[in-house]
């Protein structure tokens, strides 16, 4: 691949772009300057198997094949931009030191006997502390999308995407890649949070249900300013400490 495809998918306005291929191929034909930063829930390299779960909701949570091999995240990290990677401790060898950690939490009870992890975690360069998110998300019991099944095995709630957009401080209307999209979860949080977005997807399935919820998501956030018609902004706010 030597010239950028069209895009899978983009919204009237112009501000969010959905991408079908290998981010490998995709990223490095981005237009310089076009990405302000990464926000990404990649593989985690796990072989990462969900038959034990009961909540299939039609999802395939058998043996995943795109988690079996081990994760490099080199690609990412040489963008060089303020960048918040989930998964980042199951390959922290790989990634470089940080002092602040995003963390989501996931259970209400420390005895909770589940059989996923308490939390997550997330490896990010544009923070100075670390963070931590109380979010109850096991099976059916959800602080939030109560009801709505989940169109990816390993899909994260909207509202931790959200708030870590909106923890690091990367402003209204700056453009946030995610070159792994699965179902779509960073692309809806970032137009709730006013920000643009660029994904890239591998799988054409996961394509058309990234676009249909992103598509979904701007008619709810129908009313909001039209990202054509801002200005270009400052990355960070000034108070980003």
């Given at each position: 691949?030597?010239?950028?495809?069209?895009?899978?998918?983009?919204?009237?306005?112009?501000?969010?772009?959905?991408?079908?291929?290998?981010?490998?191929?995709?990223?490095?034909?981005?237009?310089?300057?076009?990405?302000?930063?990464v926000v990404t829930d990649p593989p985690y390299g796990i072989g990462y198997d969900g038959s034990h779960s009961k909540y299939r909701n039609g999802i395939d949570r058998g043996p995943c094949e795109w988690d079996k091999g081990p994760?490099?995240?080199a690609p990412i990290i040489a963008l060089n931009l303020p960048t918040i990677m989930w998964g980042g401790n199951?390959?922290?060898s790989?990634?470089?030191?940080?002092?602040?950690?995003?963390?989501?939490?996931?259970?209400?009870?420390?005895?909770?006997?589940i059989r996923q992890s308490d939390c997550e975690m997330?490896?990010?360069?544009?923070?100075?502390?670390?963070?931590?998110?109380?979010h109850l998300w096991i099976g059916a019991y959800r602080d939030s999308e109560s009801g709505i099944p989940n169109k990816h095995p390993t899909q994260k709630p909207?509202?931790?995407?959200?708030?870590?957009?909106?923890?690091?401080?990367?402003?209204?209307?700056?453009?946030?890649?995610?070159?792994?999209?699965?179902?779509?979860?960073?692309?809806?949080?970032?137009?709730?949070?006013?920000?643009?977005?660029?994904?890239?997807?591998?799988?054409e399935e996961y394509c058309a249900i990234a676009a249909k919820r992103m598509q979904d998501a701007l008619l709810q956030h129908?009313?909001?300013?039209?990202?054509?018609?801002?200005?270009?902004?400052?990355l960070f706010d000034k108070d980003d400490t």
């Open positions: 691949m030597t010239e950028l495809p069209e895009p899978y998918w983009q919204s009237d306005c112009g501000g969010h772009a959905l991408y079908c291929g290998d981010c490998l191929e995709i990223l490095p034909l981005l237009p310089d300057g076009s990405v302000d930063a994760f490099d995240p199951c390959f922290s790989r990634l470089p030191d940080s002092t602040a950690w995003l963390v989501w939490v996931k259970i209400v009870r420390q005895d909770a006997n997330a490896w990010t360069n544009c923070y100075g502390r670390s963070r931590v998110f109380n909207i509202a931790v995407m959200e708030w870590c957009i909106r923890e690091s401080k990367i402003v209204d209307n700056a453009t946030i890649a995610d070159p792994y999209v699965g179902s779509g979860t960073t692309g809806v949080a970032c137009i709730k949070t006013s920000r643009r977005f660029i994904g890239i997807e591998i799988s129908k009313g909001g300013p039209m990202f054509a018609d801002l200005p270009d902004p400052q």
